[in-house]
DNA sequence: CAAGAAATTGTAATCGTTTACAACTATCAT
DNA sequence: ATGATAGTTGTAAACGATTACAATTTCTTG
């Protein structure tokens, strides 16, 4: 592997000179230029990165970390991270975690061991008081699955909000027996989701029912666990609210299976928004998150922070919307 | 930042025996151990991986470059790459292109600037010629995607012999009018799904009927274009074979949103068989890829070209396996 | 207790680059 | 011819680790 040295001594120059030559300082004759690149294509050589960012001490990457790309959802964030990381001539690099600390740490460590500039959590299994560690020590933002009480800049949607207006809607549409799938305690978001939802069934003067919320999960397979617990209660719901589109795929599915027609039988709404929420049949009405400008910001506020790590947090909350489909019965217009 | 020279100050030894207990050595005496790492944790040091990897000239880190990672067939794959290299003390890192040779060339960059020690190709622009170039100077290995003719290690499904055997499937369930849904000339797999499609109507003494075939592509919209223009045709098909789960659940969708049912009307069989194969309505009929198995293998085989440049180059054939689901109507038992 | 062996530690070169600084060359006004 | 100036180029010291080799200390044994 030809090395710096022997592009100068090819070209009859010295180290610096072609170093010069490779960073585009104007400071070298013509001549210089020419003889120096023609011995680069000659040798076929090409800067080992390694020395410069040694030197530099910046390696121009950054790392999202992410606990899968299975979901469409987070390669969606990543998307826009990555447009906007390269904008500002960095490279982004993703480590899935699966959600194993163990993992995680590993990849945390090439942070700390200064493999990339800085960090994107699209979600981590530390708690606040570690994150808030680490951000103060290496740029880091944490996004889309933030840990309360983290001193970290942040960026996502307003999660409450958005579960208020997606009940709203339901029971604008008539809805009063709404069940609820969400993740549980472990995600934030879940829980203000919850939040959400409660608050907009007491708004309406509607009573919260402990039996029509189901601790599942986010994935297909939590949408089936619940509809099939669902199906087991007393009186149906009229609609369910899942916080996931593969969680609201999953209990129509399972609904399916039973022989019961979403829309017609029994309204489901989504949340996120996912390419499935439009192609499913019945097409999914749902919670639309704006998954490329979070992404997009979230890369943005860490390369604030690679720029000076001392600068103030950010917590940036992206509007959210309605997308209105198939999936939920209209209220009859009288 | 601390570095090792801080540490070895404050454990007052010289930095070779830092070095050597982080690398742990068995040649220190304990209580220099013990003294050294109180230095470290005191300090919160880590050591920065850019010195080691440079004297060391290794980076145990592997690129993996994909087009995209919004389809599940490639984070499937790339999982199994992770598998496989976290068992060998690599990390994968993933560059998504979006089959733009510009993205492309900037992270083979990388590798030509030895940032990562090999790549893994899920899908390149390169032609034949480049990637055999690039192969044979650095770790390099195709999978998935491959390029015909190039000189590399490659890792797939033997696609011929996959969709003769999906169009023979279709062909014994009594169907005869089979339409195919394609990705054109710039996917190699795509023409050999092309030629064992024929080749399976050809053995069944079928003709081959250019007015079938539709060369759209492989995502959910191509899928819909597909049906679009298949629908106005004379005469329908009795099936339609997707080269993608994807394709196949846009022709579904399509077919859907003129009134036909897919199954009893019409037949659909996809390629892949990503989860949305198994939770559609109807559940999609498809050829399984084991998706894993590729990446983890190509991986094993990436890892053993970093050993040793010089190794001879292996193809490998995964198998392939029918999955029978809902989407194609059986035969009628007489 | 001396001498050699073994265990432990330190010195300094090295990886491939960048860059501060010095040095050299050419140009030009005086 | 001289000195100042600007434009080029080279020398050598970084960056933060690893490691061959040398040097030192400790242990073993006759």
Redesign the interface.
């Known amino acids: 592997?030809a090395t710096i040295k022997d592009v100068a001594k090819l070209a009859g120059v010295s180290v610096a000179t072609v170093s010069r030559v490779l960073n585009d300082y104007d400071n070298v004759r013509g001549e210089t230029v020419q003889a120096v690149k023609k011995a680069i294509k000659e040798l076929?050589y090409?800067?080992?990165?390694?020395?410069r960012?040694?030197r530099r001490l910046e390696?121009t990457?950054i790392l999202v970390v992410v606990p899968?790309?299975?979901n469409?959802f987070y390669?969606?964030v990543?998307?826009g991270i990555?447009t906007a990381a390269?904008a500002e001539g960095y490279?982004a690099?993703?480590?899935?975690t699966n959600s194993d600390p163990v993992?995680e740490k590993?990849?945390i460590?090439?942070a700390?061991?200064?493999?990339v500039d800085g960090t994107i959590f699209l979600h981590t299994t530390m708690d606040a008081g570690k994150l808030s560690k680490f951000a103060a020590?290496y740029p880091a933002v944490s996004s889309c699955e933030l840990v309360p009480e983290a001193d970290i800049s942040t960026v996502s949607i307003d999660n409450f909000q958005a579960a208020l207006d997606a009940v709203r809607f339901l029971i604008e549409q008539g809805h009063q027996r709404i069940a609820f799938v969400c993740a549980g305690e472990l995600y934030h978001s879940s829980q203000l989701r919850e939040k959400g939802y409660r608050a907009a069934l007491e708004e309406a003067g509607l009573p919260f029912r402990p039996e029509l919320i189901f601790n599942e999960g986010f994935t297909?397979n939590a949408g089936r666990r619940a509809a099939k617990r669902l199906l087991e209660l007393p009186e149906l719901p009229d609609a369910v609210f899942a916080t996931s589109d593969s969680a609201a795929?999953?209990v129509?599915?399972e609904l399916?299976n039973h022989g019961l027609h979403v829309c017609e039988d029994i309204s489901v709404m989504g949340f996120d928004n996912n390419?499935?929420a439009e192609?499913?049949?019945p097409s999914l009405t749902t919670v639309s998150q704006p998954q490329f400008d979070i992404g997009h910001k979230a890369c943005e506020l860490l390369i604030k922070k690679i720029r000076d790590l001392a600068c103030e947090n950010e917590c940036i909350l992206l509007p959210h919307k309605l997308e209105y489909r198939n999936s939920v019965k209209k209220r009859r217009v009288l």
């Open positions: 592997m076929d090409h800067p080992n990165f390694l020395g960012t040694l390696t990457k899968t790309i299975s469409q390669s969606r990543v998307k990555q390269l490279h690099m993703i480590a899935i993992v590993e990849f460590d090439m700390k061991r200064k493999l020590s297909f795929i999953g129509i599915s399916s390419q499935i192609y499913y049949l």
